[in-house]
């Protein structure tokens, strides 16, 4: 079946960077595009960014615009986010998904996702 698992969250001080990995199984990655989002304890889940499978289009949610970039490594079977100069306004539980489409879309964050995986905590705290 379809299995997503991210790993790669801590703690980190405000201005560093970490590297978030997903990896998928039961599923070929590289056909569809993997979406990042985050949920901060009392708020809602927001998108952070999403990645197409046939031209890896990137489409950024406002927190993510010039700090954070996303890749992938078919071959690893595994999208990676960087996090970069993060603040502790960036701290949440950080998930991956799939809907199972090459493209994310232009609404992509408001799309229903099929797939997700368990989370992964980041702090960002001094």
């Known amino acids: 079946q379809v299995q997503l698992v991210e790993s790669g969250g801590g703690l980190v001080q405000p201005g560093g960077s970490l590297t978030l990995s997903c990896v998928g199984s039961?599923?070929?990655?590289?056909?569809?595009?993997i979406g990042w989002f985050r949920q901060a304890p009392g708020k809602e889940r927001e998108g952070v960014l999403c990645?197409?499978?046939?031209?890896?289009?990137?489409y950024y949610g406002e927190s993510a615009k010039g700090r954070f970039t996303m890749s992938r490594d078919n071959a690893k079977k595994t999208a990676y986010l960087h996090l970069n100069s993060l603040k502790p306004e960036d701290t949440a539980v950080y998930y991956c998904?799939?809907?199972?489409?090459?493209?994310?879309?232009?609404?992509?964050?408001?799309?229903?996702?099929?797939?997700w995986g368990q989370g992964t905590q980041v702090t960002v705290s001094s």
């Open positions: 998904a799939t809907h199972l489409r090459p493209r994310c879309g232009t609404g992509w964050s408001s799309y229903v996702y099929d797939y």
């Open positions: 039961g599923f070929t990655l590289d056909y569809y595009a």
């Open positions: 990645m197409s499978s046939n031209d890896y289009t990137s």
